[in-house]
């Protein structure tokens, strides 16, 4: 959970006017750690903004694997792993991630007969 820009700066001009740690952290729930960094972010930037998250840039990207399985439904893992540059147990890993599963056969054979006479 992130602090709010103005929460942060309210805590930091409470404390600046003279009040101890033990009231900071009664008043505002934060501890000492939490406002001196606070102040290094003040220091460093000249701001107290929130960081924004910076995400990986990965070598699956998401939307074009699942591009790529729209027009190849029937496509192998190691099909999959070629077109990205990876292994298959990277894809299988990502697919399970995304909740795509193989396709399930309901073919009526005669080894499976009555099992899926249930579903048909």
Request: charged share 30%.
């Amino acid at each position: 959970m992130t602090y709010s820009r103005d929460f942060r700066e309210a805590a930091i001009v409470y404390k600046q006017s003279g009040h101890t740690f033990p009231q900071l952290k009664e008043t505002f729930k934060v501890t000492p750690q939490t406002y001196y960094n606070w102040l290094e972010l003040k220091n460093k930037t000249g701001t107290l903004n929130c960081r924004k998250a910076e995400t990986r840039t990965r070598k699956i990207d998401t939307q074009e694997l699942k591009q790529l399985l729209k027009e190849k439904p029937d496509a192998y893992l190691f099909e999959l792993a070629n077109h990205f540059n990876c292994s298959p147990p990277a894809i299988h890993k990502k697919l399970i991630k995304l909740k795509i599963t193989r396709k399930k056969s309901l073919s009526p054979t005669l080894k499976n007969q009555k099992k899926n006479a249930k579903h048909f």
